[in-house]
């Protein structure tokens, strides 16, 4: 009874409150939409080397679609060249000695010549190889028709080997071809953005009610202290489940992402984050006097989270930077996400990391209500 | 006449600091007790003691027979805090509909009682206003029936009057006695001398603790003055000389 008055209360503030349901559902659909076209662009990048008297064969076999090549005078120095026309990289040749200068303000830009150089220099060493096994097969072919008869095994079968252009076929178990980071990126910032907004916005409303005194009003009647923390958990639930809705709704239809998993887990697993965020969100207001306080908690709470929720991968961390990522309840519900919308994880698969943030929420939960002691004793 | 609010050999006080001191005091049913004295006296220390806030650090607090804090019992105290603890983004109707309902006021008995509420303080036409466009005066009267609305049998009203003209200010006082002859308990803090000559008796704090109490009456004639404001001053005299004397 007391509960749903308070949850009616919290959806009528809101309601009027046209600002903050705009930021809570417009602004995660605003930050998604240009991640999404970030990376949209990423995948198509190319270098431009600029090539100083180097071997024409080699020049050619570096040619491809991410590597702009541009033939340029000798007299200048690769320096020089690469400051004033801000090519990615020069390749110069002196005798039998490659030089490559790279610019290397943009590492992947470094990366896609260093590869293409050495992809090229592969490549040529294949020909050749494949041109003198040609030559020896011949060889051995004319030796073969002057010996008659004679039965050896022909290494000219071998140079057929070496000369078969695989045909290459990829599958992929998740995913597609098109697949770019954003797919890897999505669940976790499903989850975050939910964690975000529900953490900041319960956060300063109930820190509006302690700094405005109706915090101590209602705790004036004889409603539970549980109640109150109850009332806010559903409130604020449903703002959350609205918010999960819509930006799944919007990276269905409007991304083309596919959800593997059941869409169920999904709401599960962000209605769970949400409560994590929640009580955390409340208990953080314990602390802040102002909203602006609340705010300074953003840098400390939240941001360390984005870090260990996927984002980098856990397993090219340093060993002794792992275990943090184990006390963030952003990492366990960024890896069921990620396993229920890339992987198809089932309920059972997912259950250890909906267990932890339960255990969360329930510890932050109690902290709760003995944070509320302070403004009435029973 | 039951004593409904009894408060004896009370100390109160938050970490080392030491806000009230040797405080008794009892209300009866239908009576109207006022607490005076400066800000910062502990005046609403004392109250939040009464409704169970905080632990009493010395002594005991009994509201109808019972010892505070206890949640339960918050049911039957209509309060009224110094500070207008209300939701700016609702109406005046839906603020009662809240605390109504947090007071555990069934859904029928606030359909009823919400514009009996409203009448008394005067807001009946602005009930379903928002909150932000109130004047200061008309929040301090919303939270006055707030305070009724659960039809409580003690009233306890944290300065009632502040910022509420003359006129009205009878009219309440006036309900206010209408309540008390109806046999309710009221307790309320004031620094308003003429609000305090209008309560049965006093009790008047100062520094944190109790330097004059009695009917308005009695303690005119027992210190030889003419008002309230007279008795205390000469009261506050007699603490200092008596702490100096110390």
Known sequence: MRILAIVKRILMEMSRDKRTIAMMFLAPLFILTLIYFLFQSNTDQSATLAVQNADTQLVKAIDQDHIKIKYVATDKTPTHLIR???????????????????????????????????????????????????????????????????????????TAKAITTYQQKTHYLYGSSSSTFFDTLLPVLLGFVIFFFVFLISGIALLRERTTGTLNRLLATPVKRGEIISGYLLGYGIFALIQTLLIVAFTMYVFKIQILGSLWNVI?????????ALTLGLLISTFAATEFQMVQFIPLIIIPQIFFSGIFPLDQMASWLRPVAYIMPLYYGADAMSSVITQNAGFMAILPDLGILVLFAALFLGLNLVAMRRYREV | MTQTIKVHGLRQGYGKTIVLQDINLTVASGEILALIGPSGSG???????????????????????????????????????????????????????????????????LAQSIPAAAKVVDLTEDLDRNIGGYSGGMKRRLSLAIALISDPAILILDEPTVGIDPVLRQKIWLELHKMAAAGKTILLTTHVMEDAEQADSILMIRKGEAIAQGRPKQLISDYQVDSIEAVFLKAGRQQDAHTRNR
């Open chain 1, 84 to 158: 004033n026309h801000n090519y990615a990289g020069v390749l110069n040749q002196k005798g039998d000695k490659l030089t490559l200068t790279l610019q290397n303000s943009d590492q992947s830009k470094s990366t896609i010549l260093r590869q293409g150089l050495k992809a090229a220099q592969a490549k040529l060493k294949m020909q050749a190889a494949a041109s003198t096994l040609k030559s020896q097969g011949q060889a051995l072919q004319k030796l073969q028709q002057s010996l008659g008869n004679v039965q050896i095994a022909s290494p000219g079968t071998s």
């Open chain 1, 268 to 276: 599960l697993i962000n209605i769970l984050l949400a409560v994590v």
């Open chain 2, 43 to 109: 005046k609403t220390t004392l109250v939040s003691t009464i409704m169970g806030m905080l632990r009493p650090k010395v002594g005991d607090v009994t509201v109808l027979g019972q010892a505070m804090p206890n949640r339960q019992l918050l049911a039957k105290i209509g309060f009224m805090a110094q500070t207008d603890a209300l939701y700016n983004a609702l109406t005046g109707r839906e603020n009662l509909n809240f605390f109504g309902a947090m007071q555990g006021v069934s859904k029928q008995t």
